[in-house]
């Protein structure tokens, strides 16, 4: 019995400590009127407008950051890009003829530390374009 309530506790301190119990608490968020999701370095939103205008947008906005794209796709909806020391990964997918969803992903160092600064700032020069 003892060994279970042992089993148990290291069990729900091991799922504490890695975070994924922060992650409901950090999900929903607000920018610019808009309602995303959010973790540590990924940022996804649906927005009412094509994924042609989405990718066209977020292709202008990385160019304007002096980005380079690495990789553009879109048929597939995605983008790659090196934004000074950090990766961004962009998905773009149409939910249907009139939303999309768009999905912002950035890391530094070799891919390994979450750049949530980076990401967050992409997305909100997203929302600006977007609303315009």
């Known amino acids: 019995m003892r060994k279970i309530k042992l089993a148990v506790m290291l069990s ?3 799922f504490a400590l890695s975070a994924c119990a922060l992650a409901p608490l950090v999900v929903g968020g607000a920018a610019g009127g808009a309602v995303y999701s ?29 980005g380079k794209i690495t990789l ?12 000074g020391d950090s990766l961004l990964f962009v998905a773009i997918s149409p939910l249907n ?17 979450p750049d949530k600064d980076t990401a967050v700032r992409i997305y909100r020069a997203f929302v600006r374009e977007v609303m315009k």
């Open 72 to 83: 553009s796709s879109i048929t597939d909806g995605k983008i790659e890009a090196r934004l």
């Open 97 to 113: 003829e009139t939303s999309t969803e768009v999905s912002i992903r950035a890391k530094k160092h070799m891919e390994l530390i």
């Open 38 to 66: 959010t973790t540590s370095d990924h940022i996804k939103d649906v927005f009412s407008i094509s994924k042609e205008h989405a990718f066209e947008t977020m292709v202008g906005i990385i160019a304007g950051e002096d």
């Open 12 to 14: 729900v301190l091991t």
